[in-house]
Nanobody
Framework: EVQLVESGGGLVQAGGSLRLSCAAS????????IGWFRQVPGKEREGVSC????????YYADSVKGRFTISSDNAKNTVYLQMSALKPEDTAVYYC????????????????????WGEGTLVTVSS
């Protein structure tokens, strides 16, 4: 069973930083992609950043380019989202998602919604 557990959310002032973590388990870690998505009530879910662990390809939404960095620690089966220069409009529930197996890198282009999801972690940026 694929499991994704997010952590690291919280309250931060505008201009501050947070690092989100996504601990993954339940699948063979030789071909998969991980994405970070966010959603504000009443708005569509947005693909923030995605990474193909196998191919190393990355995606960032225009709204976070230059401020957010996605990375992975394959030994820990964990993907991180380092968020800097946070803005109040970054406030959202952030979800980690995964695609597993052959073709998983397809999801990285455009940061497409992936089959497996975590429960989410709330990030609140105060002005």
């Amino acid at each position: 069973e694929v499991q994704l557990v997010e952590s690291g959310g919280g309250l931060v002032q505008a201009g501050g930083s947070l690092r989100l973590s996504c601990a993954a388990s339940g699948f063979t870690f030789d071909d998969y992609a991980i994405g970070w998505f966010r959603q504000v009530p009443g708005k569509e879910r947005e693909g923030v950043s995605c990474i193909s662990i196998t191919e190393g390809t990355l995606y960032y939404a225009d709204s976070v380019k230059g401020r957010f960095t996605i990375s992975s620690d394959n030994a820990k089966n964990t993907v991180y989202l380092q968020m800097s220069a946070l803005k109040p409009e970054d406030t959202a529930v952030y979800y980690c998602a995964a695609a597993v197996g052959m073709g998983s890198s397809w999801y990285v282009s455009g940061c497409r919604a992936m089959p497996f999801w975590g429960e989410g972690t709330l990030v609140t940026v105060s002005s």
